[in-house]
């Protein structure tokens, strides 16, 4: 095991891990420390989306720049990510007037699909109010599955390189991280621990107001059929800025607000993607707080998957697994850059984007 290394890298989940390949590629040293003995938290509880046409901004950029990564990545150490796009399917003429006004403004990542385009996209043919959509031409897919514990594998294997897991970090006293086997050198700490940046920066995570945002989410059987994109639907075009910042989405909203209350009162953001064992990864509601209790809602999954059987125009979805997601959210920004003490830096990501923009963050905010 090191015990010297030019950065120290605490979390071994998708931001920790971009930062340590960020290391690596700029010619350093990088240890990763990770207290678990594998990752198990919002890197693979997600649906393995990059939506990268739905940022708008810095976002957008950072995301198109982790879009880069992730292709570039996927030729170095076979992570499987796919440029498979993602589908956004219109049901009522509100929602096809946002996916219009976007694609007017944004002609090549948006394309617009009609009624029949994307019902041939969907197992059952689709809802029976399909109305048209648009396909989402810069999205990525990666398996959240095996995608996060590959890159670890392919950094740890890395001369230079090393990845401890089952290794606790309890602080950094400018010369050295302590950690739970022991002290490791260290020029530079780089702390990537999202929602637990509290239980190591309580001050740090108060003052930029980062609490757990706890999503309900669910794994349905293969439905029979390839799904090849990212499927998005109405409640995702409230949810992702470039949607969300139309003037189409406001009538959109209201629309939302009078026929479906019971989607909206959950956060939804009713949507899916297909594993390459043909399971569906569904999903998923949003509550935020500090702690947040374990518990799932039944009626909530309930309602994600009677939804998303009807997207796809199917009369049956079976739910074969259950699950709380977890990320860091701050109602202040996306993402938080911080320097709290001399060698030491915090990267996390304050909102549910951190597999569209985690290479991104850590190619534009890696530490001098």
Do not use: K
Not at 264 to 270: E, P, R, S
């Amino acid at each position: 095991m090191n015990t010297a290394t030019d950065v120290l890298v605490v979390g071994a989940g998708v931001v920790g891990l971009a930062h340590a390949v960020e290391a690596l590629d700029r010619g350093l040293t990088v240890t990763v420390v990770e207290r678990d003995s594998r990752a198990v938290g919002a890197s693979i509880r997600n649906f393995g989306h990059a939506c990268v046409t739905g940022q708008t901004g810095d976002l957008a950029e950072l995301a198109h720049l982790a879009r880069q990564r992730w292709l570039d990545l996927d030729g170095r150490a076979g992570l499987g990510a796919r440029a498979t796009g993602g589908l956004a399917v219109a049901r009522h003429t509100t929602e096809l007037a946002v996916l219009e006004e976007l694609a007017a403004a944004r002609p090549g990542e948006v394309a617009l699909r009609t009624a029949d385009e994307v019902r041939s996209e969907l197992p059952g043919g689709g809802a029976d109010d399909v109305v048209g959509g648009a396909a989402l031409l810069a999205d990525l897919r990666v398996d959240p599955r095996v995608t996060v514990a590959r890159l670890a594998a392919w950094v740890d294997a890395q001369d230079g390189a090393e990845v401890r897991f089952g290794t606790a970090y309890f602080g950094f006293d400018g010369t050295r991280a302590h950690t739970s086997r022991g002290p490791i050198a260290a020029q530079r700490v780089i702390v990537c621990v999202g929602h637990d940046l509290d239980h190591l920066y309580p001050d740090l995570a108060e003052e930029h107001r980062v609490q757990r945002c706890a999503l309900q989410m669910a794994r349905a059987a293969d439905p029979g059929a390839v799904v090849t994109p990212a499927v998005l639907t109405a409640t995702s075009l409230l949810r992702y800025p470039a949607f969300a910042e139309t003037t189409s989405a406001a009538a959109l909203r209201t629309r939302m607000e009078a026929d479906r209350p019971d989607l909206l009162d959950i956060d939804a953001n009713v949507m899916f993607t297909q594993r390459p064992d043909g399971t569906l990864l569904i999903g998923d509601s949003h509550h935020t707080e500090r702690t947040v209790a374990p518990f799932l809602d039944e009626a909530v999954t309930e309602t994600l998957r009677a939804e998303t059987a009807r997207v796809l125009g199917v009369d049956r979805l079976r739910i074969i697994e259950r699950w709380q997601g977890v990320y860091a959210s701050s109602p202040l920004h996306p993402y938080l850059v911080a320097e709290p003490e001399e060698r030491l830096s915090v990267r996390i990501v304050t909102s549910g984007v951190g597999m569209t923009i985690a290479h991104g963050l850590a190619r534009r905010h890696f530490p001098n």
